[in-house]
């Protein structure tokens, strides 16, 4: 009998053996409470700790936009987040039949969650998503309807075609585009912040699509090679961004502008810098060796550092849109979601 601590710390059984000594008739050896156990249960269909790469679309929305975050964006987030878990359960429910061969420790194969409570927690999670988005103004329902479909699109039979990384790419854009929604009532300031995060969540999916059975050096290696684009993008200074100020027509400054506005300028260009820097580094070297080896366990691994590569990619994009508190605030979930990510699984 094979034995691991449970999640009040008593020994616990994997769930193989679990399911073995059930059907058995056997008294499981866990001591945990019931709720404890079913909590954990619902904390890995949900994949909690991705759930701190969330926030982060919204508030980059926001940034693009030039505008401050407010109660708005509050909401847009907590809509993302809705959405976000809905697509989680959803997926489990979609694939409990392929995840019973492949993954029969998930919670729906291992008998821990009900797939009808995976599929009601979907439409329940669905439906305050795009409350929350109503409660933020009609251009954030108008963009949270078409992610929610995109989102049950994907699930449901985009996810094994070749059109399933563009749909979470799209999903993840429009995530973005939300919280500009949301915050300022327009969207177009956000579409080159929301280009590149989705064509970064296009390149994770496409690697997760053979982390359970390994397969091709292709997807990581062209994930990697769209990490290095990527950055390169996001640190290139443009003079397209939002500002806070408006230059005189006469094309000269005044002194007192001008001894402000630079050093912000140059301190939000280093900013941006040292977190796409922090980007590249997570992804780069999980990719390399994804590369080298696309063997299941080196790919789960590039995938999951694919998805915490996500906040410090959305914090350098607005920090690239002069938000840089903001930026901060983002980059500061990236060590807390890791920590979580040490007790359940993202992927």
């Keep these: 009998m094979t034995l691991r601590e449970g999640p009040c710390g008593c020994p616990d059984e994997t769930p193989t053996t679990a399911a073995s000594r059930a059907t058995a008739g056997d008294t499981p050896p866990c001591a945990c409470p019931g709720r404890s156990r079913r909590g954990r249960a619902w904390a890995e269909l949900l994949r909690l700790p991705a759930l701190f790469s969330v926030p982060g679309d919204a508030l980059a929305g926001t940034a693009a936009t030039g505008?401050?975050?407010?109660?708005?964006?509050?909401?847009?987030?907590?809509?993302?987040?809705?959405?976000?878990?809905?697509?989680?359960?959803?997926?489990?429910?979609?694939?409990?039949?392929?995840?019973?061969?492949?993954?029969?420790?998930?919670?729906l194969p291992s008998g821990r969650i009900r797939p009808a409570a995976a599929l009601t927690a979907a439409c329940a999670l669905t439906g305050a998503g795009l409350a929350l988005a109503a409660g933020a103004g009609r251009p954030a329902l108008a963009v949270a309807a078409p992610l929610a479909a995109t989102v049950w699109a994907y699930d449901l039979g985009l996810k094994h075609t070749p059109a399933g990384p563009v749909a979470m790419g799209t999903a993840r854009g429009l995530d973005l585009l939300l919280g500009a929604a949301a915050t300022s009532g327009s969207t177009r300031p956000a579409l080159p912040s929301a280009a590149l995060l989705g064509?970064?969540?296009l390149a994770v999916t496409t690697v997760s699509r053979q982390e359970a059975q390994g397969g091709s050096p292709v997807p990581p290696l062209a994930a990697l090679a769209t990490t290095a684009l990527l950055t390169r993008l996001v640190t290139r200074r443009s003079s397209g961004g939002p500002t806070r100020g408006r230059r005189p027509a006469t094309g000269h400054r005044p002194a007192g502008l001008r001894a402000d506005r630079f050093p912000r300028q140059d301190s939000g260009a280093l900013l941006t810098t040292a977190l796409t820097a922090a980007y590249a580094a997570t992804t780069a070297r999980p990719y390399f060796h994804a590369t080298l080896n696309p063997s299941p366990p080196l790919t789960q691994r590039a995938v999951g550092a694919g998805i915490r590569a996500t906040i410090p990619l959305q914090a350098a994009l607005t920090a690239r849109s002069r938000g840089t508190a903001t930026a901060l605030l983002i980059a500061a979930?990236?060590?807390?979601?890791?920590?979580?990510?040490?007790?359940?699984?993202?992927t």
Excluded: Q
């Design 333 to 346: 979930l990236a060590p807390l979601g890791a920590r979580f990510a040490k007790k359940v699984s993202v």
């Design 67 to 107: 505008a401050s975050p407010d109660t708005r964006t509050l909401l847009a987030i907590a809509s993302s987040l809705c959405l976000y878990e809905a697509g989680m359960a959803l997926n489990d429910w979609a694939d409990r039949d392929v995840d019973a061969v492949e993954r029969p420790h998930r919670p």
């Design 199 to 201: 064509t970064h969540t």
